[in-house]
């Protein structure tokens, strides 16, 4: 069959175009920031580790400048290693840069409904709503406040009469304080199911979402089309998912269930499910809402675990600091009662604490990536439209120029830091900023109120109540030494397996523990 020369024509330019971008492919655009040298086709595919990226990130930084570039493909990514660029791209241009790039991996895992990966769109904005106003500060000191106290003495006897399982039992509290917040239910044990679904479901979720962890699907799409049964990335998104549909449906329908026989509690299910009897056209559909309150549970349960998981492995392995905390609560507030929330002031070293916990060992340490809506320019340097930005969040917490001694587990270094992280994420005093565990922007962590002061209590009360110190070999005698720097891999991170030998500071420490037990379950027993 013969071909028009026209015709022919058109398809040679038609090829030559195409070789043509191929041929860009991997390129860095002209004036974008810079960074570390390219392959055609492949950009700097090659040179992003699968694991450490958070650490590769700084020393890119350190060598190309604390903004610069990489290209993966036809990809291009900004990394944000300055906090006067975050304030001024994350936080003052929020409009244009609170999007997420392209994720098929996580929506294969969440159904396409989940905020982490919802680009800023209506639906994304309402579950935002949502969840600020459950926990808003005043929610949290007015509503929340006498369950996170009940739980944290609750907490307390867990390790009073069971400190082998100690992490185990920080775990509960943590889904305890969420599950009540979010179903009005609690879990009363170490291995209740609203103890235990929740981390077995983060497990696989961050371990899924990490990078390095899948082929680079979102770059090179032809990956989409590689079958399931042979590509067990794929057939782990889908595990996963099927996980979280049958864990977080089974929490809505229970709350269904008791509301259907009149039992009516005070938490987000069911102000959700009030809305939806009110308006039958609901933004938010039936899997948006029940990955949503999922979502509540998986943010206010894993990652303050992992925090509180740290602040043990601190206590372990810096002495120094959990004896200066201890002489500080002794003074302030003796055996006969633990701390509460009305002590935040004077206890001011344990915010130090926690602050310095999460600057020191962050949950999410390459930070979740936000994508630019349209073309933009930072200091003559371009930011073309659809870009990956990151907020390298352990780059940041770690930068020697702000930090001195940042591998240092030192609280000292946030003295006259006295106000909530809330506090100086929001001021215009980006040189100021305590740390970016929470991220920036209008992404920034909905939970923030309430982890912040679930972990001043908890690290508070176990401080004010227990010694921590390095386990013992049974048979040597010696001491097991903590590897401060393993740490679980993926999206989230939390120390590996360690041991630590937990005991009551005196006999009236421990009366106080069960005494206080004894006053509050009343609180709690509503919720079981």
């Known amino acids: 069959m013969s071909i028009s020369l026209p015709t022919a024509a058109v398809l040679c330019l038609g090829v030559a175009v195409l070789i043509y971008r191929l041929s860009q492919m991997g390129k860095r655009l002209p004036n974008m920031p810079p960074g570390p040298p390219t392959l055609p086709f492949l950009g700097n595919a090659l040179q992003i580790p699968r694991e450490g990226f958070y650490k590769k990130m700084k020393e890119w930084a350190e060598t190309y400048g604390k ?39 996580g929506r294969l895992l969440t159904g396409g409904d989940h905020t982490l990966i919802d680009d800023y769109n209506a639906e994304w904005r309402e579950k935002r709503k949502q969840m600020a106003q459950v926990l808003s500060p005043r929610r949290c000191d007015e509503q929340h406040s006498p369950i996170q106290e009940a739980e944290a003495k609750c907490l307390l006897l867990g390790f009073l009469d069971d400190p082998e399982h100690c992490i185990e ?72 998912n099927k996980k979280m549909d049958v864990a977080w449906a089974g929490t809505l329908n229970a709350v269904r269930k008791r509301r259907a026989v009149g039992d009516k509690r005070e938490c987000m299910a069911d102000s959700l499910l009030v809305e939806v009897e009110k308006n039958p056209n609901y933004i938010l559909s039936e899997h948006s809402i029940q990955n949503l309150l999922g979502e509540m549970i998986e943010g206010g349960a894993d990652t303050t675990t992992a925090q509180l998981s740290t602040f043990l492995v601190a206590m372990a392995c810096y002495p120094r600091v959990q004896a200066k905390a201890q002489a500080l609560i002794d003074e302030k507030i003796g055996s006969g009662r633990s701390p509460t929330w009305k002590d935040f002031d004077s206890l001011s070293y344990i915010n130090a604490m926690v602050k310095e916990g999460l600057r020191w060992r962050p949950v999410t340490s390459v930070g979740f990536p936000h994508k630019v809506r349209e073309d933009d320019t930072y200091e003559g340097m371009l930011i073309p439209k659809g870009s990956t930005v990151f907020v390298p969040v352990w780059a940041l917490n770690h930068d020697s120029a702000q930090f001195k001694d940042a591998e240092e587990y030192w609280p000292e270094r946030y003295d006259g830091f006295s106000r909530l992280a809330d506090s100086y994420s929001g001021s215009g005093d980006y040189e100021g900023r305590d740390h970016y565990t929470y991220g920036a922007g209008r992404r920034i962590c909905p939970g923030i109120h309430l982890a912040e002061r679930n972990q001043w209590r908890s690290i508070a009360k176990i401080l004010w109540a227990f010694k921590i110190s390095k386990a013992r070999d049974p048979v040597t005698g010696e001491e097991i030494d903590i590897d401060v720097n393993a740490y679980k891999s ?17 006999v009236a420490h421990a009366a106080t523990i069960r005494r206080e037990w004894a006053e509050a379950k009343e609180i709690l027993a509503k919720y079981e």
Request: glycine share 4%; hydrophobic share 40%.
């Open 67 to 105: 903004i610069y570039s990489l290209t993966v493909g036809p990809t291009n990514i900004i990394v944000l290693c300055d906090r006067k660029a975050v304030r001024d791209l994350i936080d003052k241009k929020s409009a244009i840069y609170s999007d997420r790039p392209a994720d098929y991996v």
């Open 169 to 240: 039992h920080i775990k509960r509290t943590t889904a305890s304080i969420a599950g009540i917040i979010t179903y009005g239910q609690r879990a009363p044990t170490i291995d209740h199911p609203y103890a235990t679904q929740v981390f077995d479901i983060m497990q696989e979720w961050t371990e899924a979402m990490g990078p390095g962890a899948n082929p680079p699907v979102d770059v090179y799409p032809i990956f989409k089309l590689w079958p399931t049964r042979f590509a067990p990335w794929k057939q782990r998104a889908y595990r996963v």
């Open 490 to 506: 993926g999206l989230a991170q939390s120390p590996l397996p360690f041991k630590v030998h937990i005991e009551p500071r005196s």
